[in-house]
């Protein structure tokens, strides 16, 4: 989805979305909205979601308001969607957030791999490449730090925990990408 759904509205106006951007917990809002959302707030922190109290640490205009970058109203807004992009979305963030962005990040990346419009730089492609493969190697090999074979279910633990590690390593490449390309230097 490029976009906001169909028959949504911004949650802030409630009308219908002028430059819609996506922010890290998957709401849309309208770019201009979600900026006075911010503005009311703390200057030296992130503003919060409006619908669901997450902290938004990156928002991600929506295709159809890259294309209409060229319009000075739009340009000023995505101008201040990437200032606040590169006040918050290079920082670190914790576990707990990074867990909570984990749909977020896969789903945007599973369409970039997906759809061969797209262009994923080719080192980013290959390092999610190179990172799912090393993943199932591990998991479908007998040799594991915590044996199946002896301790049961317990066991797994390993396998799960290689596999949140992957998806963690693959949803910062991703993160690293979308915020060069909304609000890096």
């Not at 797209?118 to 390092?127: G, M, T």
């Not at 490449?129 to 007998?142: D, E, F, H, T, W």
């Not at 594991?144 to 074979?149: A, N, R, S, T, V």
Request: hydrophobic fraction near 40%; aromatic fraction near 8%.
């Amino acid at each position: 989805m490029d976009g906001p759904p169909a028959n949504d509205c911004c949650s802030v106006c409630h009308g219908n979305f002028n430059t819609p951007c996506q922010a890290n917990c998957s709401h849309w809002f309208c770019g201009n909205c979600i900026m006075l959302v911010w503005d009311h707030g703390s200057a030296i922190q992130p503003c919060r979601c409006p619908l669901c109290r997450r902290q938004i640490s990156l928002l991600v205009p929506g295709e159809a308001s890259l294309r209409r970058r060229h319009d000075p109203e739009v340009a000023e807004i995505l101008g201040k969607v990437e200032t606040y992009n590169r006040l918050f979305s290079g920082h670190t963030n914790g576990l707990i957030q990074r867990m909570q962005d984990l749909p977020f990040y896969l789903r945007r990346l599973l369409r970039e791999l997906m759809d061969p419009r797209r262009s994923l730089p080719l080192v980013i492609r290959a390092r999610v490449y190179i990172a799912m493969i090393l993943s199932a190697v591990y998991i479908v090999s007998p040799v594991d730090i915590i044996p199946e074979g002896i301790l049961g279910i317990v066991g797994l633990l390993d396998d799960l925990l290689i596999l949140l590690i992957f998806f963690l390593h693959v949803s910062a490449i991703y993160r690293s990408v979308l915020y060069a390309h909304h609000g890096g230097s």
